[in-house]
């Protein structure tokens, strides 16, 4: 039952914030520098992404597809459907929240690792995380613009056009400089590492520190916390088992389904934070609190899954088939180089 140390240092810099928010000239440098942060994640972002190792693993698309729409549909209708729990367990900001963590892409590191300990299929994760972060790029905005539409983010043209200049544009930026810099990024990604980590605290605290300001947290008490964790822990669950026996449903072997459902029931804290300090401007702070609960969640499940799991016998037992040999070799090929 993992607890991540980033979770507590971000914790902190909550703590930080509400003890002692940004105000003045001080909120306007934390602001510019918060955007120069998320416009360097997302362009270290495109250059460490090889398009060309991704697009070899689509041998393998059945299960890609299957993880982009569990990311990008199934979780999205179940957003959707908690609106019914306004204002009973939820409010309107924390329901907004709950919404937009629904829409970002998985994860790529955590889905690897715990596919790796529960004896999965590494070099699927790998490709479904990877395709799953590039769609995201696009698609989460989109989503946010016809799902959040002009309520509790104030998503809007703007909003958008923040997007695309901060978000879309270093990405690309960053892909059509890989070839030069590819070989630097991965020499020197432990240090990069730290710089991505220290950026997303910056956004984190540029958000609660705007959110402090405009006293948004008064919206917030016990009660609605417990709320919004047992509305998380209910999607969790119902997204784990749709991930298990919908793969099983399409009959995908015991190596491919782990991949599937460890890639397809989790969430990006790193992708989603900066997104969100985007798209909610001073609501950011409770926009981010159901991911980052989520996060801590999905990490704490799953490492018990993943524990068990690799317990399992290593041939399939209920006669499930697995996919063409030719092509899970394909995908198999293609993990290493893109770790």
């Not at 569990?70 to 939820?90: D, E, I, K, N, W």
């Not at 459902?261 to 702070?285: D, E």
């Not at 926009?287 to 969640?297: D, N, Y």
């Amino acid at each position: 039952m993992p607890i991540d140390p980033y979770i507590l240092l971000l914790l902190g810099t909550v703590g930080l914030a509400a003890l002692l928010p940004a105000r003045g000239t001080a909120a306007d440098v934390a602001s510019g520098a918060s955007t120069a942060a998320i416009a360097f994640l997302f362009f270290l972002y495109g250059a460490r992404l090889s398009t060309r190792e991704a697009l070899a693993g689509l041998q393998h698309w059945r299960l890609h597809v299957t993880v982009l729409a569990c990311t990008f549909v199934v979780f999205p209708l179940l957003g959707l459907a908690a609106r019914g729990l306004v204002p009973v367990l939820l409010t309107d900001p924390l329901y907004q929240g709950l919404l937009f963590l629904t829409l970002v892409p998985s994860t790529i590191q955590s889905s690897i690792a715990f596919t790796s300990i529960a004896r999965g299929n590494v070099p699927a994760a790998i490709c479904a995380g990877s395709f799953s972060s590039l769609v995201g790029i696009v698609l989460t905005p989109l989503l946010a613009a016809a799902l959040l539409g002009g309520t509790g983010g104030g998503f809007s043209t703007d909003s958008l056009l923040k997007i695309v200049l901060q978000l879309l544009v270093p990405f690309l930026a960053g892909q059509l400089l890989r070839r030069w810099i590819g070989g630097f990024v991965t020499r020197h990604k432990k240090v990069l590492g730290l710089v991505d980590r220290g950026s997303i605290l910056l956004v984190v605290y540029t958000a609660f520190s705007e959110g402090m300001v405009q006293r948004v947290w008064h919206q917030v008490n016990p009660a609605r916390l417990a709320g919004l964790l047992a509305v998380e822990a209910v999607l969790l669950a119902v997204m784990l088992l749709l991930t298990w026996y919908g793969a099983k449903a399409l009959r995908f072997g015991r190596e491919d389904r782990i991949a599937i459902q460890f890639a397809g029931s989790k969430k990006s804290l790193a992708a989603g934070l900066p997104m969100a300090g985007v798209l909610f401007g001073a609501h950011a702070s409770l926009a981010v609190l159901p991911l980052m609960l989520f996060h801590q969640m999905q990490l704490m499940v799953c490492a018990v899954i993943a524990k068990r799991r690799s317990h399992d016998p290593v041939d399939d037992t209920d006669g499930i088939t697995p996919p063409p040999a030719a092509a899970s070799r394909t995908s198999a090929g293609t993990g290493p180089r893109s770790g």
